[in-house]
Every structure is written in C-alpha cells, then in structure tokens.
C-alpha cells in the first residue's frame, strides 16, 4: 500500500493532482481547499489511501492523518464510496465533523454536495461511536434555528459550511435573534 506520498505538484486538475516522485506521476485526489492551495513546482507531502475495485486504482490524499483517518470511517458508511467520502471532507473539516457528531447535528452533513438526508444521518451514527470527541467542543452551544437558516443561506451563496460557521462564530454573542441582522454581520465577516 501506499501510505504516503512527497514530491513536487506536476499539474493541478479539476478533481486531482499529479504529484512527480523520482520521475514517476502519481495521480492524488484530494480535498478541494487544499488543491486550490497548491501551487505548480511546489513541495507537498500528503497521507495517502490506496483504493482497490476491480476497474480501478485510485490515490486519495491529505494533509494529516486526521483527515485520512476520517476519509477511511466514512468509506465504512453504507452507500459512501470515496468520492462521496472525500466530497465529505472537502466540505467540511475534522473540527466540523467531530461538532456535528458531538452535537447530534445531521443536517451539518446534508450541506455536503451529494449527501441526502438519509445519507447525513447514516454518517453520523456510524461515526458517533469512532469519532472521540476532542477537548473543549462540548462548550460549544447547539446552533440557533435562527442560526441555521443564516448558515443556510451562506452556503446557498456559495460559502463553505467551514467559512459559513467561521462567520457565525464571529457575530458577537449579544446579537439579537434576528436573521437580517446576523446574515448581514456574517456578510460583513467575509469583506473585512
């Protein structure tokens, strides 16, 4: 198996990248945030899964074990293939993973392209009992209705579920309830 691999980024593709190791060109698929941070000629290492089906032999990559640990968990989930899995994870980070877990919140998992409401809840059952819930998360308060439909409609302009809940995060506590106001503080969040 191939377990990792280190070498320059050759070409950058739609869904993939060519990383060049001692002349050879091995194809990665990886996350969309971190294909979109690469740069051509640049160094990178990556966690790597090797995947076997009978018409294929597919390379997925990531940037820490974590986030190769998780793609793994999410192939376990009936009906989640790797693209799908790694669909999954270029939506939403670990930290997103493990709150949506920790907090019982499917519906986090429905914002991933792909992942339908039964789909979320198969997820996150599967994932409660392998994913342990990292320190300080149980401070975090459930998330508002209000809340949601702000998130809701961030992700329906285009941001992701990370970047929506990053905005949300940055709206001060004693904001009231109101949805015009916190959508237009979150929008305020992106242009500063």
């Not at 974590?66 to 999954?88: H, Q």
């Not at 792909?114 to 975090?140: C, F, H, W």
């Amino acid at each position: 198996m191939i377990a990792s691999v280190n070498g320059k980024v050759n070409q950058i593709t739609a869904n993939s990248i060519i990383v060049e190791m001692g002349g050879v060109g091995f194809q990665v698929f990886v996350p969309s945030q971190l294909r979109d941070s690469l740069r051509h000629g640049e160094m990178v290492f990556l966690f790597t899964q090797l995947i076997v089906r009978e018409d294929l032999l597919a390379l997925y990559g990531f940037e820490t074990s974590e986030e190769k640990d998780i793609f793994i968990m999410l192939l376990g989930v009936d009906g989640v293939g790797p693209k799908l899995a790694l669909s999954v994870l270029s939506t939403l980070s670990p930290d997103a993973i493990r709150r949506a877990i920790f907090n019982e919140q499917s519906d986090v998992f429905n914002r991933v392209p792909g992942v339908g409401k039964r789909t979320a809840q198969k997820i996150m059952l599967y994932l409660q009992d392998k994913i342990p819930a990292a320190e300080g998360l149980g401070l975090s308060m459930p998330v508002s209705d209000v809340d949601t439909e702000v998130l809701a409609a961030l992700t329906t302009l285009g941001y992701s579920v990370v970047e929506a809940q990053a905005a949300l995060q940055a709206i001060p506590r004693d904001t009231p309830q109101d949805i015009e106001e916190r959508l237009r503080l979150a929008l305020k969040y992106f242009s500063s």
